[in-house]
């Protein structure tokens, strides 16, 4: 017997879903990750960016996402999580096709993305959904931190 999938509802993010995405993104990720999503990017970009959930679960999935300011043809997702309980119910990919709209809506003609190199899971989704993926470019955040580029056309 297949089980439905959970239905879940999207809306924009707002400022004041910073302190209940950053409670879970170090859980989510069973590694440290919190320290790259700053307050900054919710006060900032939550017009541009979307949360889910479901009945049960306040936070089903988020995407951060923002139009480049110094590339106006280009959208950027910075940071995205799907509760465990949600992966592989095609959320991650509704909530990028959602920003994947809202950077056409701006203009865009790109969008950017970028992760660890160990990050494999995050990979294979990228590559899954369209996206380019560079190798990885050593220290691209700084000594040590290696980080694979995806590109994807609109």
């Keep these: 017997m297949t089980q439905e999938p959970t239905p879940y509802r999207v ?8 302190d209940s995405i950053i409670a879970v993104v170090d859980t989510w990720w069973e590694r440290v990750v919190s320290r790259d999503l700053t307050r900054l990017f919710l006060d900032q970009f939550h017009d541009t960016s979307f949360v889910a959930s479901t009945a049960e679960l306040p936070l089903a999935g988020f995407v951060i996402a923002f139009i480049s300011p110094a590339q106006p043809d280009t959208g950027y997702i910075h940071f995205t999580g799907v509760h465990p309980q949600m992966r592989r119910t095609g959320l991650a990919r509704d909530l990028y096709e959602r920003f994947f709209d ?3 809506g701006a203009g865009c003609t790109t ?10 899971r995050s990979i294979a989704f990228h ?5 380019t993926a560079s190798e ?10 290696d980080r694979v580029v995806f590109h994807r056309h609109l």
């Design 11 to 18: 809306r924009q993010a707002q400022p004041d879903d910073f």
């Design 102 to 104: 809202t950077a056409r």
């Design 111 to 120: 969008v950017k993305a970028i992760t660890s190199p160990i990050n494999e």
């Design 127 to 131: 590559q899954a959904i369209g996206f």
């Design 136 to 145: 990885p470019i050593k220290n691209y955040d700084g000594p040590g931190l």
